[in-house]
């Protein structure tokens, strides 16, 4: 298979050749993922009760207990807009739980 990590074939494209065993797609079928943090510096947020629809082993983070943790990839279907929490108060920009500004 000549597709990348972050790439996967749309659910519904439909295969126009065989080379051996394997299907051949369309070039314009093949769609780009990314991570939540990626959809976030873009200003997207994953849809309420979506699931990843491709999930990678890592190889550089190990969880707790040595295993390797997994990387969830979305696609942009399954995101929507970011929509910022209002001021509060005071009209102080809110902090998330780092103390960091989300804007």
Do not use: C, Y
């Not at 494209?13 to 939540?36: L, Q, S, Y």
């Amino acid at each position: 298979s000549m597709i990348k990590r972050h790439e996967l074939v749309h659910p519904k494209a439909i295969a126009v050749g065989m080379v051996g065993a394997e299907k051949v797609f369309r070039r314009r079928d093949i769609i780009t993922v990314k991570p939540v943090s990626h959809w976030n510096s873009q200003g997207r947020d994953i849809k309420d009760g979506e699931v990843p629809i491709k999930s990678v082993t890592t190889k550089r983070k190990k969880n707790e207990d040595g295993t390797f943790g997994e990387v969830h990839f979305f696609a942009s279907w399954q995101t929507e807009l970011h929509v910022a929490q209002p001021l509060d108060e005071q009209g102080n920009v809110p902090m998330n739980e780092h103390g960091n500004f989300e804007i």
